[in-house]
């Protein structure tokens, strides 16, 4: 089966309308037969920025996400220490980048699990390297 990482813009713009691709992204999840896979971190980091949990409409947002997790529609792949040190390897290397830890552990996992498949909003990943400088492939939205 076809395996693409997805970071946290990609889930933000699927759940909050008022984002500029929000209909492409529910175009992309309505048309997607691959496995979605992400790191816990962005998982953690959606539930955060989705907002306050005692508004109904992100309380809503919030567990439906987390029933895609449980279910399997979106894989979360917890790290393993090996991957702890490779992220502090890529840090080192690119200290020059805005890399941030989030973004770190997709590439992390995008070395261990061999996907160099992307669908991400953010352009950083056009600039990041996976492992032997091998470019990511961007998955673009229908």
């Avoid at 539930?47 to 895609?68: E, I, K, M, S």
């Avoid at 979106?74 to 020059?96: S, W």
Wanted: hydrophobic share 45%.
């Amino acid at each position: 089966m076809r395996r693409i990482l997805i970071d946290s813009g990609i889930l933000l713009s699927y759940y909050q309308q008022q984002e500029p691709l929000h209909q492409a992204v529910v175009a992309f999840f309505d048309q997607n037969a691959a496995q979605l896979i992400t790191s816990p971190i962005y998982i953690a980091e959606v539930l955060w920025l989705l907002g306050d949990p005692g508004d109904p409409r992100v309380l809503a947002a919030q567990n439906h996400l987390l029933g895609a997790v449980s279910r399997g529609g979106i894989e979360a792949i917890n790290l393993l220490p090996e991957d702890y040190a490779r992220i502090a390897e890529l840090n080192q290397r690119d200290a020059d980048l805005p890399a941030d830890f989030a973004d770190l552990t997709l590439v992390t996992l995008s070395e261990r699990l061999d996907i160099a498949e992307i669908l991400s909003l953010d352009s950083d990943f056009a600039v990041y390297r996976r492992f032997r400088r091998e470019p990511f492939r961007r998955v673009p939205l229908p």
